[in-house]
């Protein structure tokens, strides 16, 4: 068995603390917001919901739509609310994941289907999106709707796809980007664009492009994580896209180059209904040997790259510098 090399790694990437300071304040008072629209007078919910509350994240997309906000230094009122809507939209698509996936565990936590059921979760799930589109109602403005909406059909056929492809090794590189931008990149492009029509309206369609593109980088560095780090490290255990037979960028770009008797090690951890260690850690090292990382490596470095460069226009100030930091953030993220 051939040993896995270390990941590559950027010096001194930002800390998203560092980035999210300039909006602090305000992105302190999202988790509140989000429970303030979700609260409801019924057992179940307020027990989903007090477990949700230990499951949140980093708040990575709140924080980029507060930064778009704040690029003119005019922030909106209504941005942490919008804020609050985009994790709220975020984590029905989680509890939603989860619950197909089956999954037992997000980040060391129970999923709601595992401390549930199946059945609360796709409810639950679905409490959540109805509760972030009745605020979006609430505020009146037709454009916020319609950006959140498309973005919620796209994740939601992006699943559906996903579903769809039954033979999974024949999942081809532009099938995986269709499903980034469907399921990954059209939140954040939502979220960053709608930040900016909460203060700084004129630069909504740069927010758009870079959100979606910084997106694309996101979900590339995400599955390099399952190839790269241990469960200390991510909250889930190494390798397990290949536990659960799923095929993301590092595989499909290792594939063509692979040997023989390289494909045929794959083509039996796909075969096993559970694969084991041995075979995943196997399968892991032959995509590295194979070019895999460094392939994949380099697409969301371009999609950073891009994605900086959509701010051109966009004039210096603390929201922008931060915007750029979160691109080097997202690309070395540990976790």
Same mark, same amino acid.
């Not at 305000?26 to 989903?48: F, G, H, N, Q, T």
């Not at 979006?136 to 796809?161: I, N, P, Q």
């Not at 390289?262 to 892991?284: G, K, S, Y």
């Given at each position: 068995?051939?040993?896995?090399?270390?990941?590559?790694?950027?010096?001194?990437?930002?800390?998203?603390?560092?980035?999210?300071?300039?909006?602090?304040?305000?992105?302190?008072?999202? =988790?509140?917001?989000?429970?303030?629209?979700?609260?409801?007078?019924? =057992?179940?919910?307020? #027990?989903?919901?007090?477990?949700?509350?230990?499951?949140?994240?980093?708040?990575?997309? =709140?924080?980029?739509?507060?930064?778009? /906000?704040?690029?003119?230094?005019?922030?909106?009122?209504?941005?942490?609310?919008?804020?609050?809507?985009?994790?709220?939209?975020?984590?029905?698509?989680?509890?939603?994941?989860? #619950?197909?996936?089956?999954?037992?565990?997000?980040?060391?936590?129970?999923?709601?289907?595992?401390?549930? /059921?199946?059945?609360?979760?796709?409810?639950?799930?679905?409490?959540?999106?109805?509760?972030?589109?009745?605020?979006?109602?609430?505020?009146?403005?037709?454009?916020?709707?319609?950006?959140?909406?498309?973005?919620?059909?796209?994740?939601?056929?992006?699943?559906?796809?996903?579903?769809?492809?039954?033979? +999974?090794?024949?999942? #081809?590189?532009?099938?995986?980007?269709?499903?980034?931008?469907?399921?990954?990149?059209?939140?954040?492009?939502?979220?960053?664009?709608?930040?900016?029509?909460?203060?700084?309206?004129?630069?909504?369609?740069?927010?758009?492009?870079?959100?979606?593109?910084?997106?694309?980088?996101?979900?590339?560095?995400?599955?390099?994580?399952?190839?790269?780090?241990?469960?200390?490290?991510?909250?889930?255990?190494?390798?397990?896209?290949?536990?659960?037979?799923?095929?993301?960028? =590092?595989?499909?770009?290792?594939?063509?180059?692979? /040997?023989?008797?390289?494909?045929?090690?794959?083509?039996?951890?796909?075969?096993?209904?559970?694969?084991?260690?041995?075979?995943?850690?196997?399968?892991?090292?032959?995509?590295?040997?194979?070019?895999?990382?460094?392939?994949?490596?380099?697409?969301?470095?371009?999609? +950073?790259?891009?994605?900086?460069?959509?701010?051109?226009?966009?004039?210096?100030?603390?929201?922008?510098?931060?915007?750029?930091?979160?691109?080097?953030?997202?690309?070395?993220?540990?976790?």
């Amino acid at each position: 068995m051939t040993a896995v090399p270390p990941p590559v790694r950027m010096a001194l990437a930002p800390a998203l603390l560092d980035i999210q300071a300039p909006v602090r304040a305000r992105l302190d008072r999202v =988790p509140d917001e989000m429970w303030r629209i979700v609260r409801a007078d019924a =057992p179940i919910i307020e #027990s989903v919901n007090a477990h949700l509350t230990g499951m949140k994240g980093k708040m990575f997309r =709140p924080t980029v739509l507060l930064l778009a /906000s704040s690029l003119e230094d005019t922030p909106e009122g209504r941005a942490v609310s919008m804020a609050a809507v985009t994790e709220l939209i975020h984590l029905a698509s989680v509890v939603h994941d989860d #619950s197909v996936d089956h999954s037992p565990l997000r980040r060391g936590m129970p999923t709601i289907n595992a401390l549930f /059921s199946h059945q609360v979760a796709v409810i639950a799930g679905d409490y959540l999106y109805t509760r972030a589109l009745a605020e979006l109602a609430a505020v009146g403005d037709l454009e916020l709707l319609r950006v959140f909406t498309d973005a919620a059909s796209a994740m939601t056929l992006g699943e559906l796809r996903q579903l769809a492809s039954f033979d +999974a090794l024949g999942f #081809s590189e532009s099938d995986y980007w269709l499903l980034v931008q469907a399921k990954t990149a059209s939140l954040l492009g939502a979220a960053a664009e709608v930040g900016a029509l909460c203060g700084a309206p004129r630069f909504r369609r740069e927010m758009g492009k870079f959100g979606t593109l910084l997106g694309m980088a996101f979900q590339v560095a995400d599955d390099l994580l399952d190839y790269t780090e241990t469960e200390s490290v991510t909250g889930k255990p190494s390798g397990n896209d290949l536990k659960e037979h799923k095929v993301t960028l =590092p595989l499909i770009a290792s594939l063509p180059r692979m /040997s023989r008797a390289q494909r045929a090690r794959v083509d039996a951890l796909f075969a096993a209904p559970v694969p084991t260690d041995v075979e995943i850690t196997d399968v892991v090292a032959i995509v590295h040997e194979c070019g895999g990382i460094d392939f994949a490596r380099r697409k969301g470095e371009e999609f +950073a790259a891009d994605a900086e460069a959509a701010l051109v226009n966009v004039p210096a100030s603390e929201a922008r510098q931060s915007l750029i930091d979160a691109l080097g953030y997202v690309m070395d993220r540990r976790s």
